[in-house]
């Protein structure tokens, strides 16, 4: 854990202080659209939405383009890279995979609150590829010192697959006991 800290505790630190400010512009945010006749709760809703979308990626997206001391190479075969963190380092293991997984979560989650045409484990799966493999080409052309892996374009995708299932638990949730009208206009975006 400690070769986190040391490798980005500079950008959790920024993260954690970002919070109030983050909290700040969701109720400024949410007032200014209730203000424009928005309805309270889907003023609510995208704000929030839009606020996690913002706060949950760009801390990790910073992490993924910082130039590190290494040479860039590409890792294009499925699996390798997985197996060979899984094999030579148990724990260092646990952080790459547990962190590449992650990091898509709040896209998963996020975005097809806010847009519900992204609703759906295989579109969200499909979106955080096409995400992470821009990530990945990025890391590769501006020479970063990084290794694009194939392997992190499938782990963020998972991410952001399970963050899609997290979503369309809360939203069956919600739903419960609404309704068939209300439901639909739930997944419309609408709220009743």
């Known amino acids: 854990m400690r070769q ?8 959790l630190t920024v993260w954690a202080c970002a919070v109030p400010a983050v909290l700040a512009a969701i109720w400024w945010t949410t007032q200014w659209r209730v ?8 003023a609510l809703r995208y704000t929030v939405a839009e606020a996690g979308l913002v706060a949950g990626t760009l801390p990790w997206i910073w992490m993924i383009l910082t130039p590190v ?6 890792s294009a075969v499925p699996l390798r890279d997985l197996v060979a963190t899984l094999t030579d380092s148990p724990s260092s ?16 989650f996020f975005l097809p609150l806010r847009l519900p045409r992204f609703a ?5 799966v ?20 990084r290794v694009s892996s194939v392997d992190d374009v499938l782990m963020n995708a998972a991410g952001a697959g399970l963050g899609a299932l ?6 069956t949730r919600r739903e419960t006991g609404r309704s ?9 975006g609408w709220s009743t």
């Open 120 to 124: 759906g484990v295989p579109v969200m």
């Open 69 to 74: 001391d290494g040479v860039g190479a590409i």
């Open 4 to 11: 986190v800290w040391d490798a980005w505790g500079h950008v």
């Open 166 to 171: 997290l979503a369309k638990a809360h939203v």
């Open 93 to 108: 293991a646990f952080v790459q995979v547990g962190a590449n997984t992650l990091l898509f979560v709040p896209l998963g």
């Open 180 to 188: 068939h009208s209300e439901r639909m206009l739930l997944r419309l």
């Open 35 to 42: 203000r424009r006749g928005q309805d309270r709760n889907l």
């Open 126 to 145: 499909l979106v955080g590829a096409a995400v992470s493999a821009t990530l990945e080409i990025a890391q590769y052309v501006f020479d970063l010192g």
